[in-house]
């Protein structure tokens, strides 16, 4: 049987797909090409459909019957918190209405088994004390469109579970960075890492969004995941999948261990051999001082563990981004 991954062709879908293809499955990638790149997927056959359009359900359901497809990764979506913020209803449009397009034709072609592209944003501003990690059973809320829309996406998929029997494995990602090859490097400059990178490629220093919270440093901690660690989670996932028959489930995808945006700062002086004297600014509204991901129930689960900490995250972005990403 063979695996669809929609949005192979974006950053982390084209780890995924080199990873699958490298262990032999058959894959067939849908993407709109919309911020992803043909070019991405290599020899793995590209199905081009707009999830976000009703009047792709049958289409779709019979490329998943003539490419024999068994099971779905779903990554395609739209991610940028800020333009979901000016754009809220079509995030849901493409987030929420692509992914029930999906599942509709799921339905129809009788594949059951989905892993969903979930986000650390589903979580919001937990009410933790300092310095704790978060785990799965935090209460999600999410603060903006676009971590709404993957909170409504996971809750759809445990519907049609209830409804038709449809397996899920929902991982919900942490800061996601790094590049498992030169020519797969993050084209888009949204998170801290090649932000800063391309700041200082301009000649410009970076600013730091407040340095006073309450952490060591006093600058924001998140928890930075290496793209293809991220990567082999999928594989665990399918495979868990492939054997457990549980409805429905929920991992977080994280290292377990926090950096302060003064950490990633060091770490991006040390990989590029660039000067980087950061402006501290006032705090943006709505950044928890604090996002760290619990992973014990991904490691106990799926044997699962990154294996990457900060230093090759940065080593390789960097590498990628002087390649031309
Ligand atoms: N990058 C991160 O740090 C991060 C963190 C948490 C979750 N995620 C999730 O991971 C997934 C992939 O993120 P990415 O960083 O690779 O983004 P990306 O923009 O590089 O990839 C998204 C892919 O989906 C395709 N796509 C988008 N809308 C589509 C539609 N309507 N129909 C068909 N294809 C469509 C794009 O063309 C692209 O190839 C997203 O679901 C995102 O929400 C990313």
Same mark, same amino acid.
């Given at each position: ?8 062709? !974006? ?5 995924? %797909? ?32 707009? @999830? ?7 289409? @779709? ?21 800020? =333009? #979901? ?48 990690? *978060? ?13 709404? $829309? ?25 800061? %996601? ?10 084209? !888009?400059?949204?998170?801290? *890492? ?15 969004? !407040? ?26 996932? @399918? ?5 457990? $028959? ?6 977080? %995808?994280? $290292?377990?261990?926090?950096? #302060? ?36 129930? *991904? =490691? ?9 900490? @900060?230093?090759?995250?940065?080593? #390789?972005?960097? #590498? ?6």
């Amino acid at each position: 049987m063979a695996v669809m991954v929609t949005g192979g062709a !974006g950053y982390i879908g084209a780890h995924v %797909v080199r990873l699958l293809r490298e262990r032999g499955d058959d894959l067939v990638v849908v993407d709109d090409l919309s911020t992803g790149e043909m070019g991405r997927v290599g020899d793995v056959p590209l199905v081009r459909f707009d @999830l976000a359009d009703g009047s792709t359900v049958d289409p @779709l359901a019979a490329a998943m019957r003539d490419h024999r497809v068994g099971a779905v990764i779903h990554i395609a979506a739209k991610k940028q918190v800020g =333009e #979901s913020a000016a754009r809220p209803a079509w995030y849901y449009e493409q987030n929420v209405g692509g992914t029930a397009h999906l599942l509709q034709a799921m339905e129809s072609a009788g594949v059951d088994q989905l892993m969903f592209s979930s986000s650390a944003a589903t979580y919001g501003l937990p009410d933790l004390p300092p310095g704790s990690l *978060i785990d799965e059973e935090a209460t999600p809320r999410p603060i903006s469109p676009y971590g709404e $829309t993957k909170l409504v996406a996971e809750w759809m998929s445990r519907a049609a579970g209830r409804a038709w029997g449809l397996r899920t494995v929902n991982l919900r990602y942490f800061n %996601v960075a790094g590049a498992g090859w030169d020519d797969l490097g993050d084209p !888009g400059v949204f998170n801290l *890492i090649p932000i800063v990178l391309g700041q200082l490629i301009a000649g410009d220093q970076p600013k730091i969004f !407040g340095d006073d919270y309450e952490t060591p440093d006093g600058t924001c901690i998140r928890d930075y995941v290496h793209v293809l660690d991220l990567a082999q989670a999928h594989l665990a996932a @399918l495979d868990y999948l492939d054997r457990d $028959t549980r409805p429905y489930d929920v991992f977080n %995808v994280g $290292t377990g261990a926090g950096a #302060s945006v003064r950490d990633v700062l060091d770490q991006v002086a040390s990989s590029t051999g660039l000067t980087v004297d950061p402006e501290v600014v006032e705090r943006r509204p709505g950044d928890p001082a604090q996002l760290v991901a619990d992973v014990r129930r *991904i =490691e106990q689960t799926l044997g699962w563990k990154a294996e990457h900490d @900060l230093a090759p995250i940065v080593d #390789s972005a960097w #590498s990628a981004w002087r390649a031309g990403r």
